[in-house]
């Protein structure tokens, strides 16, 4: 670049859009180069030469982790409310039938994401990028164990769960109460 270095526009980027997402694409190949790049603010970072099928792959990768921003987050004083399961969002409280919920951090922020839109399929990627952002390289096993011991906490019968559901081979949701149960015609 001419008049300016990418770590200059990296810079003013994360200066005046934090969830822009950057992938850094440059000559400097040094490990004290992609270093300061991420430290920077880059989310992902490649050196020339390059395949322009990985780049392809890369910028896939880092639109479908962003992809959650472009769906609101709830009001911070915001109680959601999905059947008698009751979220506060400002107090980090959680009431089932009427009784106090304790949850951990990460089964709060998991259960809200559900809560904001029941019915909603969210995959495990989608949910792990709930849990922990997309800079932690866990498992989507995680994801399962807090949907786990949600159940056995907000379910009458944590075995036949009603609140919290399972789509086989492609996620969970959160029940829509307020939705019947469709039936194919035979």
Excluded: W
């Excluded at 270095?5 to 950057?22: F, K, N, Q, S, T």
């Excluded at 440059?26 to 395949?51: H, I, Q, V």
């Excluded at 904001?116 to 498992?139: A, K, S, W």
């Amino acid at each position: 670049m001419p008049r300016a270095d990418g770590l200059d526009v990296i810079r003013v980027l994360r200066a005046e859009h934090r969830d822009l997402p950057v992938l850094m694409l440059t000559a400097r190949s040094t490990e004290d180069d992609l270093l300061l790049g991420l430290d920077l603010g880059a989310d992902d970072y490649m050196t020339k030469p390059y395949s322009p099928r990985e780049l392809m792959a890369r910028v896939r990768t880092l639109l479908r982790r962003t992809r959650h921003h472009t769906h609101p987050a709830p009001d911070p004083d915001t109680t959601l409310s999905v059947g008698t399961l009751l979220i506060d969002t400002a107090r980090h409280e959680v009431t089932a039938d009427g009784r106090n919920i304790d949850c951990t951090p990460g089964e709060f922020r998991l259960l809200t994401a559900l809560a904001t839109e029941p019915g909603r399929v969210f995959t495990r990627q989608r949910l792990l990028e709930e849990l922990h952002g997309f800079d932690r390289y866990i498992g989507n096993r995680t994801v399962d164990m807090h949907i786990s011991n949600l159940r056995k906490k907000i379910e009458p019968d944590p075995r036949k769960p009603v609140r919290l559901l399972t789509v086989f081979g492609v996620g969970y949701k959160m029940a829509d109460p307020g939705k019947g149960t469709r039936r194919a015609k035979p």
